[in-house]
């Protein structure tokens, strides 16, 4: 059987106010770190002024300030500038955002069994779920 190093990847964009996420969006991060549903390969945090610039910075070095000083990433350098231009987009003028890459870790045994049998994901998309619950709502009214 094949047997990948990784997973599939996913980037995953966190909007917040402020220029640093609230300790209940760093316990989200740590919750789903730590209960092994994804691994954190890399993490960057994208601040953009009310004037429209965009600045980066990696956890390294704005870990300690909101407590992820502990988190280890497995794969430094993985969110590139280009994600960050091609993303940023989505970031309002005055807020800021974390932009995580995520190891789908439940994905990397399924990624392997497949390639072992000559087989392949084609395509996947991701419903949020907002969108989820008001359909599964709308359905069950």
Do not use: C, H, Q
Not at 63 to 84: K, M, N, P, R, Y
Not at 116 to 136: D, M, Q, W
Request: glycine residues 8%; aromatic residues 4%; hydrophobic residues 50%.
């Amino acid at each position: 059987m094949t047997e990948f190093r990784y997973g599939p990847v996913e980037l995953i964009l966190v909007g917040f106010e402020g220029e640093r996420p609230g300790p209940e969006i760093v316990d989200a991060f740590r919750d789903v770190i730590d209960a092994g549903a994804v691994r954190l390969l890399d993490l960057l945090f994208v601040t953009r002024s009310p004037e429209g610039e965009l600045t980066v910075l990696e956890l390294d070095e704005a870990g300690d300030s909101i407590g992820l000083d502990a988190v280890a990433l497995e794969a430094t350098g993985l969110a590139s500038i280009e994600d960050v231009e091609e993303l940023a987009s989505e970031i309002p003028a005055g807020s800021s955002a974390a932009l995580l890459v995520v190891e789908l870790t439940w994905a990397k045994a399924l990624a392997s069994k497949l390639a072992a049998g000559r087989g392949s994901v084609l395509s996947t998309e991701r419903i949020p779920a907002p969108v989820v619950n008001e359909v599964l709502a709308a359905i069950t009214a």
